[in-house]
Nanobody, 121 residues
Framework: QVQLVESGGGVVQAGGSLRLSCSIS?????????????RAWYRQVPGKQRDLVAD???????NYADFVKGRFTISRDNVKDTVYLQMNSLKPEDTAVYSC??????????WGKGTLVTVSS
């Protein structure tokens, strides 16, 4: 019923930039009843835990992991129902699968399948 589709991943050299997009769609009435409370980006390297990268509340407040502060920016387009992650000054250690997450006002979590970002040195 709720689908999150990420795009924008790829291979970039260290110091470069990428912008990830997450398109959110919901094919049921529950999307009208329950709004989205938080939109977020997470990342995971194989064999390691998934880490929060950044999130943005319905009110527009943002939160960033220390390891991306000053380099990444999360934003949203309510008309397009899309959340973005602008990533600048990328480092090899930013290489990971980046996944989009939403938390609905009823507490339900939804995840996208992820998009791979590879930063070469």
């Amino acid at each position: 019923q709720v689908q999150l589709v990420e795009s924008g991943g790829g291979v970039v050299q260290a110091g470069g930039s990428l912008r990830l997009s997450c398109s959110i769609s919901e094919s049921s009435l529950s999307g009208i009843i329950f709004g989205v409370k938080t939109r977020a980006w997470y990342r995971q390297v194989p064999g390691k835990q998934r880490d929060l990268v950044a999130d943005i509340t319905d009110g527009g407040s943002t939160n960033y992991a220390d390891f991306v502060k000053g380099r990444f920016t999360i934003s949203r387009d309510n008309v397009k129902d899309t959340v973005y992650l602008q990533m600048n000054s990328l480092k090899p250690e930013d290489t990971a699968v980046y996944s989009c997450n939403i938390v609905r006002s009823d507490g339900e979590h939804y995840w996208g399948k992820g998009t791979l970002v590879t930063v070469s040195s």
